[in-house]
């Protein structure tokens, strides 16, 4: 993978809003759902999803730009024991050289250093100078691999927070909870539930996707609903039914309400980062039959507002 603030278009002194807000347009930009025909799309979706894992997390981030960890979150080697322009850091000082023939000092064929890095730097007794506590420098050993998914969550779920469940690679189901503020990028680290490694199993991190409603949309913390009425709920107000995201309550459409009237419901919309929730905004829309001879009969013996103009506040 690429350089992770390059990958997400950020400055490397880029503070944790602006990696965040870079990580929320890329994702919603690069979305499969948005570019099925696009495999790339796919790819550049995963590799920025991977760079603001890094770059969100504060010890990985300082780790990385410290040089102890790769792109990818693994332990870098110390200087001469790389592939590369370190080089053997045995070779020419007769010590172990990999294939040496029988004249050479402790000759080992095959290449395989492990044992003797070992026996150089364990953490066992020994009175030798590579004897005792591990060397500084030696490369840690590293935690298993993070494993990510991505979580389909639904609108009325998300705003009201309702528990997933979720079924983890290795089997195990847990009951995720839903952090307020959520929305689609949002994600959570389970520790220690990735795959196992020398230092111990690295993370679970799942990205959240809150899916899109049929009739609610979001606006900040707030749910918009455009709601039909009847031409005389509207005339002569009424009690009707009305959908949320905690299920539907009765509301009151004044008397002498018009399209476009907006009524506000508290405490019906998304939970907020910082405590309460937002609101639900109810916009009213008079829904007319069509062909209702009766109701044309009506409007046409009707002549008490035929002179005002409803438009003269658009200067028409």
């Known amino acids: 993978m690429a350089d992770p603030y390059s990958t997400l278009g950020v400055a490397r002194n880029a503070d944790e809003k602006a990696i965040k807000s870079a990580y929320r347009k890329l994702a919603k930009e690069l979305h499969p759902d948005r570019n099925q025909d696009n495999p790339q799309a796919a790819d550049r979706f995963s590799a920025v999803t991977q760079a603001y894992d890094l770059l969100s997390d504060k010890d990985k981030r300082a780790q990385y730009d410290r040089g102890e960890i790769d792109e990818n979150g693994q332990p870098k080697a110390p200087f001469g024991f790389g592939g590369g322009g370190g080089g053997n850091p045995f070779a020419g000082r007769g010590g172990f050289r990999p294939g040496a023939g029988p004249g050479g000092a402790g000759g080992f064929e095959g290449g395989d250093f492990s044992s003797i890095f070992d026996d150089l730097f364990n953490n066992g007794g020994g009175s030798g100078p590579f004897g005792g506590a591990r060397r500084a420098g030696a490369r840690p050993q590293p935690k298993g691999a993070d494993v990510t998914y991505r979580l389909s969550v639904s609108f009325e779920d998300a705003a009201a927070l309702r528990p997933q469940r979720v079924t983890l690679a290795n089997g195990k189901t847990i009951?995720?909870?839903?952090?307020?503020?959520?929305?689609?990028?949002?994600?959570?680290?389970?520790?220690?539930?990735?795959?196992?490694?020398?230092?111990?199993?690295?993370?679970?991190?799942?990205?959240?996707?809150?899916?899109?409603?049929?009739?609610?949309?979001?606006?900040?913390?707030?749910?918009?609903?455009?709601?039909?009425?009847?031409?005389?709920?509207?005339?002569?107000?009424?009690?009707?039914?009305?959908?949320?995201?905690?299920?539907?309550?009765?509301?009151?459409?004044?008397?002498?309400?018009?399209?476009?009237?907006?009524?506000?419901?508290?405490?019906?919309?998304?939970?907020?980062?910082?405590?309460?929730?937002?609101?639900?905004?109810?916009?009213?829309?008079?829904?007319?039959?069509?062909?209702?001879?009766?109701?044309?009969?009506?409007?046409?013996?009707?002549?008490?507002?035929?002179?005002?103009?409803?438009?003269?506040?658009?200067?028409?």
């Open 175 to 316: 009951e995720l909870k839903l952090p307020a503020g959520v929305e689609t990028g949002t994600q959570r680290r389970l520790p220690s539930q990735g795959e196992p490694g020398p230092a111990g199993p690295g993370d679970a991190i799942i990205t959240i996707e809150v899916q899109p409603h049929r009739f609610f949309t979001r606006e900040g913390d707030d749910v918009r609903l455009d709601l039909p009425v009847r031409l005389d709920e509207a005339v002569l107000g009424a009690k009707v039914k009305v959908p949320t995201v905690d299920g539907a309550v009765m509301v009151t459409i004044p008397r002498g309400s018009t399209s476009g009237k907006t009524l506000r419901l508290g405490g019906k919309g998304f939970h907020k980062e910082g405590g309460g929730r937002g609101d639900q905004l109810v916009t009213l829309l008079v829904d007319l039959p069509s062909g209702d001879a009766e109701l044309e009969k009506l409007v046409e013996s009707w002549t008490g507002d035929r002179d005002r103009n409803p438009r003269s506040g658009l200067g028409v």
